[in-house]
């Protein structure tokens, strides 16, 4: 299974850019797809993700700016992105799993397939 994401780009501060991730199989037939980053010299985090179900989780930092969402006749799983701010400098990451997993921080390595990354570039 392939992961690829796309939509990365370098904008200004308070400015939006939509991400886009999809597979080389249904993405839907994953238990739950989410969004990672990883800035220099810090973990990745977890701040985004959808379950089968339709749940969603964001984390505190983007929580009520970005927006995940599920495009099922492109079977793609896109990431709103909006106000971005200079601390969202970060390479960008979709990871999904057919595993049942509980979608909290951290977990990386209950995500079986990954993406290898989109750079996403806020300048202040």
């Known amino acids: 299974v392939q992961v690829v994401e796309s939509g990365g780009g370098s904008v200004q501060a308070g400015e939006s850019l939509r991400l886009s991730c999809t597979a080389s199989v249904n993405i839907f037939s994953s238990n739950v797809v989410a969004w990672y980053r990883q800035a220099p010299g810090k973990e990745r985090e977890l701040i985004a993700a959808l379950t089968n179900g339709g749940s969603t989780y964001y984390a505190d930092s983007v929580k009520g700016r970005f927006t995940v969402a599920a495009d099922k006749v492109k079977n793609t799983i896109t990431l709103q992105m909006n106000s971005l701010q200079f601390e969202d400098t970060a390479i960008y990451y979709c990871?999904?799993?057919?595993?049942?997993?509980?979608?909290?921080?951290?977990?990386?390595?209950?995500?079986?397939?990954w993406g290898q990354g989109t750079q996403v570039t806020v300048s202040s």
């Open positions: 990871a999904a799993t057919s595993r049942r997993v509980v979608v909290a921080p951290g977990q990386v390595g209950a995500y079986e397939y």
